[in-house]
């Protein structure tokens, strides 16, 4: 597994948790699995276990130096627990912050760094005398490998083929082309690997064009990806692919995320017994400084603060629909996260300014955990989601998801119907203020009116499997399915 983020170790989004359950989940049915990652500044190394030696990685027509450190990621088996390599160069990952910082939040050597990281990954195989079958990368920054893996190393890496996984098309390390010398690749490599853009570079793309197979999190995200509207103008890229690319919807930590035994809320509870659900609400009116009061709904969310999550028609201080929600509706509106400035202030300003509206600026796993628990609803009114793992929090935890009828999230939820009362959750599907407040106020009509039916919905969610096993048995296939790709050459 090649990735810029993992759990524990460190993580912005989704692809951390991925990166490290999915491969717990690969270990424990046999595999040899083995994780290769930048280790970053707050990755303490006195925890880690140093291989000894430098490693050599041949850059832009000279070799780099960096350390190698080594550790068991947590939650292993215990009879084949999955090695965590960590690439230490204190030039490149020898600072705060993974992608940026808030001064600077894509860091101008990005494309050296990860060009760095990608090409170690193959230094390392030789120093620890380990040929994988599978390089697994995953998104732009570890979208070199496959690249790397077609036109540098196929001689040293015959049986060796490679997955690449889309976690957010959004992202796709596009940046000045004379950052390509850098790679050590070929000039005329630029346009047959598929790097070019424009008069720029284009990481992912190159990724997306030399990896034996491509998919992303969710069945939903892969058809989408593959249209103009969705596609960040890599649509023709991956249809071009079409045949190699498929869509694989993660599963969650249910030792992590499960209602029965969670120690971060005040009582654990289960479809027999809903009372701990309702003390979590009350510890969460409590923690957000909202009126105690067990008959009025809270809506709860949880989310980074970019225009991907639908923060712009929901918060936008002109037009945003969170203000006329809280003024027309009884109810109460928690949310939890960091990101845009601009956001960030109005969610302050909306909390100083509303009795029944509490934003908390930060991060902090504990209180997610209050919120999915404490909550009647759950908001994700986003402008693309490729998996989503809120939504599927929020469905174990008795929390029927408001959701935008997108990616994983449409894979996830089903519409409420409000004469049979069957559903998990609140679907719509244009991303505008009035949309949002028309389902939000749609909810708390059924909350109201409709007690029963809801009550019912919490239990059906509570019922839904998203365990990795089913995703591990598709991981295996698509493995499968690259290995007879090298098997024929
Ligand atoms: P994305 O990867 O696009 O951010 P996902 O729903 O796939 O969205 O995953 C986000 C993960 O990060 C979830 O586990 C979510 O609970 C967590 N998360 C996001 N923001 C915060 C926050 N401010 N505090 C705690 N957890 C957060």
Redesign the pocket.
Same mark, same amino acid.
């Given at each position: 597994m090649c990735t810029s983020e993992a759990v524990p170790f460190a993580k912005t +989004? +989704?692809?951390a948790?991925m990166a490290a359950a999915l491969s717990l989940v690969l270990a424990k049915l046999g595999h040899d699995v083995r994780v290769v990652m930048p280790r970053y500044y707050s990755i303490d190394r006195s925890h880690l276990t140093r291989i000894e030696g430098a490693m050599g990685v041949p850059m832009g027509g000279m070799e780099e130096w960096c350390a190698v450190y080594r550790a068991e990621l947590p939650g292993s088996p215990e009879k084949n627990p999955v090695q965590v390599y960590f690439i230490d160069h204190e030039i490149y990952f020898g600072r705060d912050g993974v992608y940026g910082v808030p001064q600077e939040p894509d860091f101008l050597d990005n494309p050296r760094r990860f060009s760095f990281f990608s090409r170690s990954v193959f230094q390392l195989c030789r120093k620890i005398e380990w040929i994988p079958d599978i390089l697994h990368a995953h998104d732009w920054p570890a979208a070199m490998v496959p690249v790397f893996l077609k036109y540098l190393e196929s001689g040293a890496f015959p049986k060796t083929s490679s997955v690449l996984t889309i976690h %957010?098309l959004g992202y796709q390390g596009i940046y000045a082309r004379d950052n390509f010398g850098y790679t050590g690749l070929p000039a005329w490599c630029f346009y047959e690997a598929g790097f070019e853009d424009g008069a720029m570079m284009n990481i992912l793309k190159a990724g997306l064009c030399c990896a034996g197979k491509l998919n992303t999190v969710s069945p939903g995200y892969a058809k989408e990806t593959m249209t103009r509207e969705q596609g960040f103008r890599l649509d023709g890229v991956l249809r071009s692919r079409a045949e190699d690319y498929s869509g694989i919807l993660n599963g969650i930590d249910a030792k992590i995320w499960n209602p029965r035994r969670d120690k971060s809320i005040p009582k654990p509870y289960g479809e027999n017994d809903m009372s701990g659900k309702a003390a979590a609400k009350e510890a969460l009116q409590e923690e957000f400084g909202l009126d105690i009061d067990p008959d009025v709904p809270v809506i709860g969310m949880? &989310?980074?603060m970019t225009s991907q999550k639908g923060i712009g028609e929901l918060f936008g201080p002109a037009y945003g629909s969170a203000y006329s929600i809280c003024r027309d509706m009884a109810l109460q509106l928690v949310i939890?996260? &960091?990101g845009e400035s601009w956001c960030e202030h109005e969610v302050r300003s909306l909390s100083s300014r509303l009795p029944n509206f509490r934003g908390r600026i +930060?991060?902090?796993?504990e209180l997610?955990h209050l919120i999915e628990a404490g909550s009647d609803f759950f908001l994700m009114p986003s402008r693309y989601e490729p998996? +989503?793992? %809120?939504q599927m929090y929020s469905l174990n935890y008795g929390t029927p998801p408001i959701v935008r009828n997108t990616g994983g999230l449409a894979d996830t939820v089903e519409n409420y119907d409000q004469e049979s009362g069957e559903g998990t959750g609140f679907i719509f599907n244009d991303l505008t203020p009035q949309a949002i407040y028309n389902t939000a106020g749609w909810a708390v009509w059924a909350y109201y009116n409709k007690r029963e039916q809801i009550e019912a919905m919490r239990l059906r969610g509570m019922k839904k499997k998203f365990s990795w096993e089913g995703p591990a048995k598709k991981y295996e296939e698509l493995y499968r399915a690259a290995l007879a790709g090298v098997a024929g050459v």
């Open positions: +989004g +989704g692809l948790d %957010n949880i &989310t980074r939890l996260g &960091t +930060g991060y902090s796993e997610s998996c +989503g793992l %809120n």
